[in-house]
């Protein structure tokens, strides 16, 4: 039985799959990727369902902790007109939901509905679930990278200290009054040190191999974080090593100014493998009372954390902020269902966008940089993923060189998309989104 996503307009191009009955597309995951995806096939007047295993709409962003947040402002994320209220994690669940409700498409997604197996059969995908079997001729997986939580399995003896992955603190009112150890050295590591320091941890420790660039400020990460300065660059024809280099000159005073040296990742800073996160203010502020220790930790025995320096911790919480896993084990080809890693998946993608190993299949934005406007770039990879499946627009079985990011993706894809990038047109509409729209104002929906 379908379950519908609050009161919608039943769409024009109706969701409820017979058994039997061959869509154009289905697509799994309705996260927003996912959401965008459907919407774009709507567009292109696709038959398309969605089939989402949780009871609600958001993908990753409808179960995270209510701390957690994006890494800009909310103007970087929304498109057009559609509502959002902040940068938080109900805010952004708040806004995928935003476009099933302002475009109709509930009637196209079947919540609760977990996909089994995924399999490619002649010229159709058979795709199974509990609520039955769905075949279509192309399949997009919007499943995302961050699918199984990553926690590292060191020796444990007599364990007494409290684990949580960072997805498992629900409330961070709990780190109040307590020693705490967070492991990691990315975005969620620093999510957690700063949140350590706003709830007032007693004592924090903070375990990690290498720690990943970040751009140190006293600005909180909505305010810091923003990618308009690099679209320009982009739009102006600065090469992807010309902005690197900028960026690592800069980087490179702010660690000095911050006195953040020691932890200065080494090497240079890569635009096309690198993140650009905005620092946490909280974390920098109080960066000499955290204990640092660069290593591993082998060993949990009692409330101690043994790291593989040799020397030990004892605490009331460990925090693992070692991220997350790909899971594609509803796949019936073995090279994809065990892929683990998003890297891995990017080079089984020709494009960033489609599956090397089985005709019909799309991973949307495996190749995408996280740093940017992550909505904006899903639409405009969905639509020219529908223009591909049209016939209309052309994308080669070759896997990326390198990871593509925000404004270098029109460039990219108007090599393989005349219909959505006319040539000679094209830049005026992009040159005009990176200098004279408004800084304030959200990027419009892409038509």
């Given at each position: 039985?379908?379950?519908p996503?609050r009161?919608?307009?039943?769409?024009?191009?109706?969701?409820?799959?017979?058994?039997?009955?061959?869509?154009?597309?289905?697509?799994?995951?309705?996260?927003?990727?996912?959401?965008?995806?459907?919407?774009?096939?709507?567009?292109?007047?696709?038959?398309?369902?969605?089939?989402?295993?949780?009871?609600?709409?958001?993908?990753?962003?409808?179960?995270?902790?209510?701390?957690?947040?994006?890494?800009?402002?909310?103007c970087?994320w929304?498109?057009g007109?559609?509502?959002?209220?902040?940068?938080?994690?109900?805010?952004?669940?708040?806004?995928?939901q935003?476009?099933?409700?302002?475009?109709?498409?509930a009637?196209?997604?079947r919540?609760?509905?977990?996909?089994?197996?995924?399999?490619?059969?002649?010229?159709?995908?058979?795709?199974?679930?509990?609520?039955?079997?769905?075949?279509?001729?192309?399949?997009?997986?919007?499943t995302?990278?961050?699918?199984?939580?990553?926690?590292?399995?060191?020796?444990?003896e007599?364990?007494?200290?409290?684990?949580?992955?960072?997805?498992?603190?629900?409330?961070?009112?709990?780190?109040?009054?307590?020693?705490?150890?967070?492991?990691?050295?990315?975005a969620?590591?620093?999510?957690?040190?700063?949140?350590?320091?706003?709830?007032?941890?007693?004592?924090?420790?903070?375990?990690?191999?290498?720690?990943r660039?970040?751009?140190?400020?006293?600005?909180?990460?909505?305010?810091?974080?923003?990618?308009?300065?690099l679209a320009?660059a982009?739009?102006?024809?600065?090469?992807?090593?010309?902005?690197?280099?900028?960026?690592?000159?800069?980087?490179?005073?702010?660690?000095?100014?911050?006195?953040?040296?020691a932890?200065?990742?080494?090497?240079?800073?890569?635009?096309?493998?690198?993140?650009?996160?905005?620092?946490?203010?909280?974390?920098?502020?109080?960066?000499?009372?955290?204990?640092?220790?660069?290593?591993?930790?082998?060993?949990?025995?009692?409330?101690r954390?043994?790291?593989?320096?040799?020397?030990?911790?004892?605490?009331d919480?460990?925090?693992?902020?070692?991220?997350?896993?790909?899971?594609?084990?509803?796949f019936?080809?073995?090279?994809?269902?065990?892929?683990?890693?998003?890297?891995?998946?990017?080079?089984?993608?020709?494009?960033?966008?489609?599956?090397?190993a089985?005709?019909?299949?799309?991973?949307?934005?495996?190749?995408?940089?996280?740093?940017?406007?992550?909505?904006?770039?899903?639409?405009?990879?969905?639509?020219?993923l529908?223009?591909?499946?049209?016939?209309?627009a052309?994308?080669?079985?070759?896997?990326?060189?390198?990871?593509?990011?925000?404004?270098?993706?029109?460039?990219?894809?108007?090599?393989?998309?005349?219909?959505?990038?006319?040539?000679?047109?094209?830049?005026?509409?992009?040159?005009?989104?990176?200098?004279?729209?408004?800084?304030?104002?959200?990027?419009?929906?892409?038509?």
């Amino acid at each position: 039985m379908e379950r519908p996503v609050r009161d919608a307009p039943q769409p024009a191009v109706a969701g409820h799959a017979r058994p039997g009955e061959v869509l154009d597309l289905l697509i799994i995951g309705a996260g927003i990727g996912g959401v965008m995806a459907l919407y774009y096939a709507r567009k292109a007047g696709l038959s398309a369902l969605v089939l989402e295993r949780q009871d609600v709409v958001g993908g990753l962003w409808a179960t995270l902790p209510a701390w957690q947040d994006i890494q800009f402002g909310r103007c970087d994320w929304t498109l057009g007109d559609l509502p959002i209220a902040g940068e938080d994690q109900a805010s952004i669940r708040d806004n995928i939901q935003a476009w099933v409700d302002r475009f109709g498409l509930a009637g196209s997604i079947r919540l609760g509905t977990e996909v089994r197996r995924a399999t490619r059969s002649g010229e159709l995908w058979i795709v199974e679930t509990a609520a039955g079997t769905f075949r279509a001729r192309h399949l997009i997986s919007a499943t995302g990278a961050h699918n199984r939580p990553f926690v590292p399995e060191p020796a444990r003896e007599s364990v007494e200290l409290r684990e949580l992955h960072s997805s498992q603190l629900r409330d961070a009112a709990d780190l109040a009054g307590r020693d705490v150890v967070v492991v990691g050295g990315g975005a969620s590591a620093y999510d957690l040190l700063d949140l350590c320091f706003e709830y007032q941890a007693r004592r924090v420790i903070w375990v990690y191999r290498n720690a990943r660039w970040m751009m140190p400020t006293r600005k909180p990460k909505k305010v810091a974080g923003s990618p308009r300065e690099l679209a320009r660059a982009q739009m102006e024809g600065a090469t992807l090593e010309e902005i690197s280099r900028g960026l690592q000159a800069k980087l490179v005073d702010r660690y000095a100014k911050f006195g953040l040296e020691a932890i200065r990742p080494e090497g240079q800073f890569d635009l096309g493998r690198d993140q650009l996160l905005p620092g946490r203010h909280r974390m920098i502020e109080n960066f000499s009372k955290i204990e640092r220790h660069r290593a591993e930790v082998s060993r949990i025995r009692g409330r101690r954390a043994e790291l593989s320096t040799g020397e030990a911790v004892e605490a009331d919480l460990l925090l693992w902020a070692t991220g997350y896993q790909v899971d594609l084990g509803f796949f019936a080809n073995e090279s994809l269902s065990r892929i683990t890693g998003h890297d891995e998946l990017c080079a089984q993608c020709g494009c960033g966008l489609r599956a090397i190993a089985e005709p019909g299949l799309y991973f949307l934005a495996a190749g995408l940089e996280s740093t940017g406007t992550a909505p904006w770039s899903y639409a405009l990879l969905a639509r020219t993923l529908m223009s591909h499946v049209q016939g209309q627009a052309t994308l080669e079985p070759v896997p990326l060189a390198r990871k593509l990011n925000h404004f270098h993706y029109p460039a990219f894809l108007a090599e393989r998309d005349p219909v959505n990038f006319p040539q000679g047109h094209w830049q005026d509409e992009y040159q005009r989104l990176a200098f004279a729209h408004p800084q304030d104002l959200p990027l419009p929906i892409p038509d």
